[in-house]
T-cell receptor
Framework: DSGVTQTPKHLITATGQRVTLRCSPRSGDLSVYWYQQSLDQGLQFLIQYYNGEERAKGNILERFSAQQFPDLHSELNLSSLELGDSALYFC????????????FGPGTRLLVL | AQSVAQPEDQVNVAEGNPLTVKCTYSVSGNPYLFWYVQYPNRGLQFLLKYITGDNLVKGSYGFEAEFNKSQTSFHLKKPSALVSDSALYFCAVRDPSSGTASKLTFGTGTRLQVTL
């Protein structure tokens, strides 16, 4: 167990809908990262937050947004969902330094029908 | 831009034999390198990392990796494979020059199959 929790574990929804994925980092970790894992794109970095502020952006679609709250948990919002958004979404956390290890949560499996 | 290549989609090895999972990287400066393992329906588990220092890094579950700067490689090794090592292995790189934006760039993954 990495200490990173993600809810829900599974999510089934329809095209055009909006969902929110939640992540609680390990105790003491200030940085949260979101990654998407799909069969065709592999593991891709989406976005990073550090202590409530956006730090880096990757291949995140405009339909997707995220935030990190004062208690350091993070939410990833996915809107106007398309079939191609079906994937495993991982959250990771680290203390925040560049040498620090990122520890991954169990993921949320999203299926868009 | 940083990148990682895992040239083998799958590696097959018999239990008790040594295993190697290959990884090569491309980054502008000195890289930070990581190995993660993913079991079915599980998240990624950290195995080991290279930041600086000794080129041979030891990690969890008896795994080790050798950093080779001239060959830009970071191959994962284990002297004696177990059936329970069967999983998907990911190599990842972080570019130290990216400052506090410390995203990981992952390879495509290598499936390790260990048989009796």
């Amino acid at each position: 167990d990495s200490g990173v929790t993600q809810t829900p574990k599974h999510l089934i929804t329809a095209t055009g809908q909006r969902v929110t994925l939640r992540c609680s980092p390990r105790s003491g970790d200030l940085s949260v990262y979101w990654y998407q894992q799909s069969l065709d794109q592999g593991l891709q970095f989406l976005i990073q937050y550090y202590n409530g502020e956006e730090r880096a952006k990757g291949n995140i679609l405009e339909r997707f947004s995220a935030q990190q709250f004062p208690d350091l948990h993070s939410e990833l919002n996915l809107s106007s969902l398309e079939l191609g958004d079906s994937a495993l979404y991982f959250c990771a956390s680290s203390v925040g330094g560049i040498q620090e290890t990122q520890y991954f949560g169990p993921g949320t499996r999203l299926l868009v029908l | 831009a940083q990148s990682v290549a895992q040239p083998e989609d799958q590696v097959n090895v018999a239990e008790g034999n040594p295993l190697t999972v290959k990884c090569t990287y491309s980054v502008s400066g000195n890289p930070y390198l990581f190995w993660y393992v993913q079991y079915p329906n599980r998240g990624l588990q950290f195995l080991l990392k290279y930041i600086t220092g000794d080129n041979l890094v030891k990690g969890s579950y008896g795994f080790e990796a050798e950093f080779n700067k001239s060959q830009t490689s970071f191959h994962l090794k284990k002297p004696s494979a177990l059936v329970s090592d069967s999983a998907l292995y990911f190599c990842a790189v972080r570019d130290p020059s990216s400052g506090t934006a410390s995203k990981l760039t992952f390879g495509t993954g290598t499936r390790l199959q260990v048989t009796l």
